[in-house]
């Protein structure tokens, strides 16, 4: 039986959708899966007068494309157009060794907004996998293509999909005649509707999400120094909240939001304190000579990575903490490969440490598998830095160099898939993927 089941879109009031769109940031695939599962997307249907208000179809193909697991077919190679599953002739997209077919189309309301209706179907079987009728206006048509693509990417993977979703990230512009401007910006996870917000004339770094997905966390140098801000954006409201003595960097966000780690000097020395946000109560962490720096949370919240050159160079180490956040153990190291491992991001199933590991010269991005030990290198550029997991954990974000600008990648956890992202002018850096957008 075909059934459809009725989603509506939540207002967007996640974000503040009113800030000035920008540039996108242009995405190239530079490396896919030799084995990706071919699936058929078909253009949308629209049954309105004039053009269609959003290409939902050709959105939903290049997300799926972008993963990594799955080759859309050509749009020249649909042998062809359904748009319910009732028009699918089965036997023919076989022929095409097609595991999955997507059809769907687009109603105009009478109220102005739009019904996005799409059916997944399981060729090989002849049935309907999901089927939705989604409402949406039309500034938040690509949103539901990418919603589509979240739900075909967990039928078929049976994991979550993470194209509903945003990345932060610092964008430098000027020449060396100019003085640079930084700005945080936001985009989604395909790079469109990218918007400022917050911007500069002095560096600003590290940006990191909350875990609602409301507020950004960064450093800006905007005052002479060092501080670390907090940012609502949707309204815009910035609070600091960390000015100490000497270096304030690094901010990361507890898994359920009450805290924030962050690397402080106020003591003489780069340490890791946790902050408890509501009264903003400094608990000291860790407590060496060495140099002690990013922190990131270990997805329960019981315990932080991060770097020390406590052993001679720099490596990755874990320390515990006990319910109040405060150290229960001694930090133990993590990392033995090579001379250089840094800048750890964890998984969101605890399970794989990424870092930025140096090899030959070169700082490239690799993986720790905690479970078995496995050390992998993903990459094979020369100077990698910043990953940030994917809020389903199947690929790791990363800025790199190009031709002397700073760009952007993402590679699959398993490093057969790979993709960049780079602006027509400017570097970008230090992206952060946002977490799962609430249901």
């Known amino acids: 039986m075909i059934w459809?089941?009725?989603?509506?879109?939540?207002?967007?009031?996640?974000?503040?959708?009113?800030?000035?769109?920008?540039?996108?940031?242009?995405?190239?695939?530079?490396?896919?899966?030799?084995?990706?599962?071919?699936?058929?997307?078909?253009?949308?249907?629209?049954?309105g007068?004039?053009?269609?208000?959003?290409?939902?179809?050709?959105?939903?193909?290049?997300?799926?494309?972008?993963?990594?697991?799955?080759?859309?077919?050509?749009?020249?190679?649909?042998?062809?157009?359904?748009?319910r599953a009732a028009q699918v002739n089965y036997p023919d997209w076989r022929a095409l060794k097609v595991d999955h077919l997507v059809v769907g189309r687009m109603l105009p309301r009478e109220d102005g907004d739009y019904t996005v209706q799409f059916q997944?179907?399981?060729?090989?079987r002849r049935r309907q996998l999901a089927g939705y009728s989604l409402r949406a206006s039309k500034s938040e048509l690509r949103r539901t293509a990418h919603q589509i693509s979240d739900i075909?990417?967990?039928?078929?993977?049976?994991?979550?999909?993470?194209?509903?979703?945003?990345?932060?990230?610092?964008?430098?512009?000027?020449?060396?005649?100019?003085?640079?401007?930084?700005?945080?910006?936001?985009?989604?996870?395909?790079g469109h509707n990218e918007q400022i917000v917050y911007q500069s004339r002095q560096p600003v770094l590290s940006p990191a999400w909350s875990p609602d997905g409301r507020h950004l966390v960064f450093v800006s140098f905007a005052r002479g120094r060092s501080e670390i801000y907090i940012q609502n954006i949707q309204s815009g409201e910035r609070?600091?909240?960390?000015?100490?003595?000497?270096?304030?960097?690094?901010?990361?966000?507890?898994?359920?939001?009450?805290?924030?780690?962050?690397?402080?000097?106020?003591?003489?020395?780069?340490e890791i304190y946790v902050m408890h946000l509501e009264t903003q109560k400094l608990q000291r962490i860790t407590r060496n000579y060495a140099i002690d720096t990013e922190p990131a949370w270990l997805p329960d919240g019981r315990g932080l990575v991060f770097t020390s050159d406590r052993g001679g160079s720099p490596q990755i180490y874990e320390v515990a903490l006990d319910k109040n956040k405060r150290a229960s153990g001694r930090p133990e190291r993590l990392t033995f490969e090579g001379r250089y491992n840094a800048r750890a991001s964890v998984s969101p199933n605890g399970r794989y440490v990424a870092m930025v590991h140096r090899q030959d010269g070169q700082f490239r991005i690799a993986v720790q598998d905690q479970e078995s030990g496995l050390f992998r290198v993903l990459t094979d550029s020369r100077l990698d830095e910043s990953p940030s997991f994917a809020p389903n954990g199947s690929m790791i974000i990363y800025a790199t160099e190009e031709n002397y600008r700073g760009v952007l990648s993402a590679v699959s956890v398993d490093g057969r898939a790979q993709q960049r992202l780079s602006l027509q002018q400017g570097d970008v850096r230090e992206p952060a993927w946002s977490p799962l957008r609430p249901e």
């Not at 800030?19 to 695939?29: G, K």
């Not at 007068?49 to 190679?77: H, N, T």
């Not at 997944?120 to 090989?124: F, K, Q, R």
Request: with cysteine.
């Open 120 to 124: 997944l179907l399981d060729v090989n």
């Open 239 to 270: 609070q600091r909240v960390a000015a100490f003595d000497g270096l304030n960097s690094a901010p990361a966000w507890s898994p359920e939001g009450q805290y924030l780690a962050m690397t402080l000097s106020r003591d003489g020395n780069p």
């Open 4 to 47: 459809i089941k009725r989603l509506c879109l939540l207002p967007l009031l996640w974000l503040l959708v009113s800030l000035p769109a920008r540039a996108v940031l242009t995405i190239e695939i530079t490396q896919g899966l030799d084995n990706a599962m071919p699936i058929a997307v078909v253009p949308f249907a629209w049954e």
């Open 49 to 83: 007068e004039g053009e269609a208000p959003a290409a939902v179809g050709e959105i939903i193909a290049a997300d799926l494309r972008r993963s990594g697991f799955f080759r859309p077919l050509a749009e020249d190679d649909l042998i062809a157009r359904p748009h």
């Open 152 to 190: 075909i990417y967990a039928e078929i993977t049976g994991k979550p999909g993470a194209f509903d979703t945003f990345i932060a990230y610092i964008t430098v512009t000027g020449d060396r005649t100019d003085r640079p401007a930084y700005q945080l910006a936001i985009a989604d996870s395909d």
